[in-house]
């Protein structure tokens, strides 16, 4: 049932309140339900109806261009409107969207579902008459219709707040389209249609930054990385942009690759946009196991492998086996992001990592190469990368590959490929007076690699 309630918020006016204090206000929590506990014992009334304390008040979201986008505890659902408009009324006009995740990722694309709780074009008046509906039936009980909300979204009716939906459709396609800057990189995409994490931002730079390190240490005449699982380029595009300020010291050659055809359009369109000429950037539109096939069959021999698919990447290392190594010397180092158990002291800490340990093992097919006996040797070694729930940390283990995935059988890929490589890239190269996706590598007025460094 809706009971109304009144809400002193302060005397300080709601234009200079934020976010947090808002929500704490309009949100039950130990300190405001205390107060009401105590006026409905006086009053006789069943305690059964307040409200239930909200552990933590969800005041916090990630940005990706102009969207804020929450994943809402389910304690926090029947609020989940009053948290959108307070968030978008507080951070206006930076602000134009807010969605909410609804599940896991749960397809090969890595997209997430997720509903629209304020923005432009959402009517949260028509949401708000929904929400107290209660048991009247409007457009049938529990029907689907397209309601004249200004959006033509579909809504659940007559239900309480946690259930009423507003989906993202094809009317929010310009508002789902994004623009993000990543140091010294401008990214575009469909935020409803590609996979992009912008609280991996500093791990975006923290590898790109190892890598380009470790090529200068070692002033090779060039450094190969494949990204089996690059998504819009937030590896592959500052590791080979003509506007890094390494471009011209040293060179990184980069071949990024993606299964979904919408990121694949994009990391083309991000590679001409930052200056990623064709002889540095070459990309795929593979699946990764199919990918890492290709890249030893025919012959790039890789020094880095980026494999950022935290919820499976692990189980993608069986495409190495059976590698055949070109050099005894050389092995590519692997950096694999995954999920793990959030430790608490070292004892848990070593656990964790002997778990990431056993699962890379597993996949590779050869137990113990990469145990303590070898972890010198491997270049084994676990980083937090950050703190995802309660729970659970996003990992990135980086490894040498073990020379023992050259005796382990091959295992059989059944894959309908989407695409392949740009068409004209062949064998890790690609003829440079046919270009797409990025700027004329033949011109010397447009590509400093060219010119001389004098």
């Not at 039950?28 to 009334?45: A, G």
């Not at 090529?215 to 450094?223: H, I, Q, V």
């Amino acid at each position: 049932s809706v009971r109304p309630s009144y809400i002193q918020l302060s005397a300080t006016p709601y234009s200079l309140l934020t976010v947090d204090q808002v929500l704490r206000r309009i949100m039950p929590t130990e300190d405001n339900t205390s107060n009401t506990s105590s006026s409905n014992n006086d009053n006789n009334n069943n305690d059964n109806d307040a409200p239930v304390p909200i552990e933590e008040i969800p005041s916090s979201f990630e940005i990706a261009g102009h969207i804020a986008h929450l994943n809402l505890r389910s304690e926090s659902l029947p609020y989940k409107y009053l948290i959108g408009k307070a968030i978008l009324e507080k951070n206006r006009p930076k602000i134009r969207m807010v969605v909410n995740k609804t599940g896991s990722i749960e397809n090969e694309f890595r997209t997430f579902p997720m509903e629209m709780l304020a923005g432009d074009g959402l009517d949260l008046d028509l949401v708000e008459r929904l929400c107290a509906a209660g048991d009247e039936k409007v457009g049938g009980e529990g029907s689907k219709e397209n309601n004249n909300n200004g959006c033509g979204s579909t809504i659940l009716k007559s239900s309480p707040p946690q259930r009423v939906q507003v989906d993202i459709g094809p009317e929010h396609q310009s508002l789902m389209l994004v623009e993000v800057k990543e140091h010294g990189c401008r990214f575009k995409l469909d935020f409803a249609r590609v996979y992009f994490n912008s609280r991996l931002q500093s791990e975006h730079a923290r590898l790109v930054q190892e890598i380009v390190q470790g090529a200068a240490k070692t002033n090779a005449e060039e450094c190969i990385v494949a990204d089996a699982m690059a998504g819009v380029g937030p590896f592959a595009v500052p590791l080979t942009s003509a506007n890094a300020p390494h471009f011209l010291e040293t060179r990184i050659v980069c071949h990024a690759n993606d299964l979904n055809p919408v990121s694949y359009r994009y990391l083309q369109g991000n590679a001409k946009g930052n200056r990623c000429f064709s002889d540095r950037l070459v990309m795929y539109n593979l699946d990764a196991k199919e990918f890492i096939r290709r890249m030893n069959r025919e012959g790039v021999e890789a020094d880095h492998f980026i494999m950022n698919l935290p919820q499976l990447a692990p189980e993608f290392l069986d495409a190495f086996r059976g590698w055949e190594f070109r050099s005894e010397e050389k092995r590519p180092l692997v950096h694999v992001h995954c999920f793990g158990e959030k430790a608490r002291n070292d004892d848990e800490l070593v656990r964790v990592e002997r778990q990431a340990q056993q699962r890379c093992e597993k996949a590779l097919g050869c137990p113990g190469c990469l145990s303590d006996s070898k972890a010198s040797e491997n270049e084994f070694r676990v980083r937090v990368v950050r703190d995802v729930g309660p729970r659970k940390n996003m990992l990135c283990v980086s490894f040498r590959l073990p020379r023992e995935v050259s005796g382990v059988e091959k295992i059989e890929l059944n894959i309908a490929s989407s695409g392949g490589a740009d068409e004209n890239a062949t064998g890790g190269k690609r003829d440079r007076t046919k270009e797409e996706g990025g700027a004329s590598t033949d011109d010397a007025e447009s590509n400093p690699s060219k010119r001389s460094k004098e």
